[in-house]
C-alpha cells in the first residue's frame, strides 16, 4: 500500500514568496488507496540546517492545520514536508518538501522611499506623461537577491533590461491609505558582477487616474498625486553579507515613451521617444534628472492573499471585416478582458490607432456602452524595421477592435488578443448533454475571467470597474467552484471592512470612489451589504477557511448589528434607499430599481439570512453569547417576515423572487414553503416560461424551485429561448454573460438604458445551481469534507462536473436514458460521500464508485 502526502500548501498562496503571515497555515492532499483514512499527521520544518518536527499529531486534519514551529521572522524561508498515518495502522513516508518565504513583515523593515518625476506635470491631468526611475549599482558574488516593490500608481520593474516577473497592473487596487501590497521577487538570475541597473516603468492606474461615472463626472488623485515607485532590492553575497538598494535620493527620471495612459481612456506611446536600453548597464544619462523623494508609509504595506493579474491566453482573431464605413475591424471571437499585442512595420511617425467595443452595431463598432471611456490604444512607430508593442497600463473589455492608421496590409496574425485577469487556478468544469447548456457555461466562465481583474468588477469595458458589493455576493458560490477564489477574495475583503469602517456602513462598491448623489454619502442598502456576511460564509464552505470567519466577524457583526438598529423592535427593515431587486427584467431601462417584488421584502428576507448566517459564523468561532442573540434574532426577522408579506395564501408581491427568497433563505414554516414552491412554478408558467427576476432572485430561484419539487418548472426557465432568459443571450451570440436579460434587443440593436454592458457575472450566478443540483456536486461539509452527490436530470440525457477542492478531485457523471440513470462519483482521500439517488441514499469513502 503506497501513501503519499503532497508537496504542502502555504495558506492559499500558489506563490508562497514575500508572504505576510509569520505563522501560515499548512494543507496537503493525499494519494492513498481507495477508503484510506488519515489518523495522524507529522509536519517536518527546516530552516537552513536546522530541523523541528510536530511531532505525531492525531488528527484527521488537512486543510489549514497550524504552523507547527517558531513564527518565521521577515525574509526567513523555511521548507516543510509531511507525513501520515492511515486509521487502519498504516504510514507513509514523508512526501516532497515545498518552501514559503516571509517579506518583509515589520515597517522598521524598510528603508525606501517613493520616488517619481521632479519636473512640473501637466495641468490636464488626463495628459500627464508618466516618467521612468532607474538607478545604476555595482554588485558582486551574488548568492541570492529579492526584490520588494510596490508604487503609488501601477508600475513594471526592470533589472539589466530584463522584465521582473509577468505579472500586470501591480499592486492592484486596494485601499491604498491602509493597505498597499508588496509583492517580491526571487531576481537573483537577473543580476550580474559589476554593474547593474534597476528601473520602473510608471502608470497613473487607480491610485491617481480617472475614476467613476460619466453623470457625475471623474475623480482623479483619489489617494495622491504623486506617481511614485518604492522598492527595496536586498543582494545577499557568498560571505552572508546583505547590500540593500532602495528608492532614495540617489534614483533618476526621465520621461516614459508612454504618453499617456489610464486605465478607461487606454495607452498613447510613442517609439521615437523611447531610450535605448535605458534599466541596462551603460546606456547614456543625458536627459535623467534626480527625483523627488516622498515617504513611503510603510505601516501600510502588505503581503498579497491572492495571485496577481497576469496575461492567462492568447486569442487571434477569427475575422478581418471590413465595415460599411471601410474600417478595419478585428473579430476575436470571444468577449475579454485584455489587451491587443501588434507587430507592424513602417515609416517613423505611422500611427496606428486601436478602438475596441463588446459589441457591432449597424456593422460599426458600437462605444455608446462605454460611456465616457475612450478604449482607445495609439502608437506611434519608430520606424527601422519590425516593431512589436503592447499597452502596459491599462485593459479594455472587448471582442471587436477598429484598426486605423495600419501601414501596408493587416494580416489577422499581426494583432494578437492578450487575455488578463488576476491568475487563480481553475477548478471547476461542468459539461451536459446540451450544446446551448455548455455555451452557457462557458459564457459564464468567461464572464468571471473577465471580471476578476485584481477585484470582483461589475464590468471590464466602461468608465467604472468597480468593486460592487452586491453583484459578488450572489456569485461568490459559482466563482468559488469555477477558481480557486479564497486568497483574491479573502483579501478584497479586508477592503470592505476599511471601507465599512471609514463609511459606517458596507459600501455599494469596494474600493469606494466618489459617485455622485446616489451612492454618496453612503446608505446602507440590502443585498449588497450583506456581501458582509455571506461572502466569508461562502469562503468557509468552500475552503473550509475558519480564519476568514474570524478576520471579518467584526465586519459581519456590524452590518447585522446596523439593520437591526434600522429596524427597530418591528424587525421589518422597511425604510431607506434600497435597489431591491436591481435589472428586473420589468424594470424600465431608465430604472433598473422599478421591480415587481417590494424592495422592502427583499430587505428583510436578507435581514433575517444574515441574522442567520451571523449565528453560524459565531457557533464555528465559539462565540456561544452570539450566537444565541443572533439565532434568537434571525428567528423573529423571520416571524415578522411572514406576519408583514404572507397575505392569506401568497406573499404581498406575487412575484419571483419574492418567493424564490422566502423559500431559499427559509423564511416559511413547512406548509407555506409547499405553497409558496407551487405558487412561484405557477408564475414560471404564467410568465411563459421567462426569467423574472433581477440580481436578488437570480441566485435562488432555480433552487427554489427545484428544493420544493418543482425541478421541471426550474429546467423550463432554464431552457427557454425567448426575451428574458438565460438562453436568449446565448442565441444572440452572446460569449459572456450580461448585465440586462436584454442588453442586446431582439431586432439587434443595443439596450437603450445607459447603463449596458455585455460582460457581467451576477446573472451567471445559475451555474452555482447547475454544479450542484443538475450535475449534483456540492459540499455538505465546509471545504468538501463530506461531499453530496444528489444530480437532477431532468430534460438531460447526461452532465458532469469536477471540481479541485481542498482535498483533491471530486467528479460525477451522469447518463440518464430509458429509465435507467447510471452515476459515477469520485471522492478525494480525506472526504466521504453521500450519493442521493431515487433508489435510496448511499455513504461512500474515498474512491470511484458507480450506481445505476
Known sequence: MTITASAPRFEHLAEPLGIGVPAPRISWTTDAPAGWSQAAYEIEIRRGSATATSGRVESAEQILVPWPADPLESRERAEARVRLW???????????????????????????????????????????????????????????????????????????????????????????????????????????????????????????????????????????????????????????????????????????????????????????????????????????????????????????????????????????????????????????????????????GDTVTLRTAEVLQGGEIYTRPLRAAKSTDVYTLRGGGSETWEPRFTTHGFRFVEVTGWPGSLDAGDIVGRVYHSDMPRTGWFTSSDESLNKLHENVVWGTRSNFVDIPTDCPQRDERLGWTGDIQVFAPTASFLFDVSGFLSSWLKDLAVEQRREDTVPWYVPVIPGGPMWTPTRPGAVWGDAAVLTPWTLFERFADEGVLAAQYESARGWVDQIEALAGPSRLWNTGFQLGDWLDPAAPPDDPADAKTDRYLVATAYFAWSARRLADAAAVLGFSADEARY?????????????????????????????????????????????????????????????????????????????????????????????????????????????????????????????????HYALGSIADWLHREVAGLSPAEPGYRRIRFAPTPGPLASASARHLTPYGEAAISWTSADGELSVEVTVPTGATGIVELPSGRHEVGSGTHRFA
Not at 657 to 663: D, F, K, S
Not at 683 to 689: A, D
Not at 732 to 758: H, K, L
Request: with cysteine; charged share 25%; proline share 5%.
Open 86 to 348: 492511515g486509521s487502519d495502522g498504516s504510514a507513509s513516508e514523508f512526501g516532497e518538501w515545498a518552501a514559503a518565504e516571509a517579506g518583509l513583515l515589520d515597517p522598521s523593515d524598510w528603508i525606501a522611499h517613493a520616488v517619481g518625476a521632479a519636473w512640473e506635470e501637466n495641468e490636464d491631468k488626463d495628459l500627464r506623461r508618466p516618467p521612468l526611475v532607474r538607478r545604476a549599482f555595482a554588485a558582486s558574488d551574488v548568492a541570492s537577491a529579492r526584490l520588494y516593490a510596490t508604487a503609488h500608481g501601477v508600475y513594471e520593474a526592470e533589472i539589466n533590461g530584463r522584465r521582473v516577473g509577468l505579472d500586470a497592473l501591480n499592486p492592484g487596487w486596494t485601499v491604498y491609505s491602509e493597505r498597499l501590497r508588496v509583492h517580491a521577487y526571487d531576481v537573483t538570475a537577473l543580476l550580474r558582477d559589476g554593474e547593474n541597473v534597476i528601473g520602473a516603468w510608471l502608470g497613473d492606474g487607480w491610485y491617481r487616474g480617472r475614476l467613476g461615472f460619466t453623470h457625475h463626472g471623474h475623480t482623479f488623485d483619489l489617494y495622491g498625486d504623486d506617481l511614485s515607485f518604492i522598492a527595496q532590492l536586498e543582494i545577499t553575497h557568498a560571505d552572508g553579507s546583505v547590500t540593500t538598494i532602495a528608492t532614495d535620493g540617489s534614483w533618476e527620471a526621465h520621461p516614459s515613451p508612454i504618453l499617456r495612459s489610464g486605465l478607461y481612456n487606454g495607452e498613447v506611446y510613442d517609439a521615437r521617444e523611447e531610450v535605448d536600453g535605458w534599466s541596462a548597464p551603460g546606456s547614456a544619462t543625458a536627459g535623467w534628472t534626480p527625483v523627488a523623494v516622498r515617504p513611503a508609509r510603510p505601516e501600510r504595506f502588505v503581503a498579497p492573499e491572492g495571485p496577481p493579474v497576469r496575461c492567462t491566453e492568447e486569442l487571434t482573431p477569427v475575422e478581418v471585416l471590413t465595415s460599411p464605413a471601410g474600417r478595419t475591424v478585428l473579430d476575436f471571437g470571444q468577449n475579454f478582458t485584455g489587451r491587443l499585442r501588434i507587430t507592424v512595420s513602417g515609416n517613423a
Open 631 to 759: 439565532r434568537a434574532l434571525a428567528e423573529e426577522v423571520r416571524a415578522a417576515f411572514v406576519d408583514e408579506y404572507w397575505d392569506g395564501d401568497r406573499l404581498t408581491s406575487d412575484a419571483q423572487t419574492a418567493y424564490a427568497l422566502a423559500i431559499r433563505f427559509e423564511l416559511l414554516p413547512a406548509p407555506l414553503r409547499e405553497v409558496a414552491g407551487r405558487r412561484l412554478a405557477e408564475l414560471v408558467t404564467e410568465g411563459g416560461n421567462r426569467i423574472a427576476v433581477g440580481f436578488a432572485g437570480v441566485n435562488v430561484v432555480a433552487d427554489a424551485l427545484s428544493s420544493t419539487g418543482h425541478a421541471d418548472a426550474a429546467f423550463d426557465l432554464l431552457f427557454e429561448r425567448e426575451c428574458p432568459s438565460w438562453m436568449y443571450m446565448v442565441d444572440q451570440g452572446a460569449t459572456t454573460i450580461w448585465e440586462r436579460w436584454d442588453s442586446q434587443m431582439p431586432d439587434g440593436t443595443v439596450n437603450p438604458g445607459r447603463m449596458t454592458s455585455f460582460n
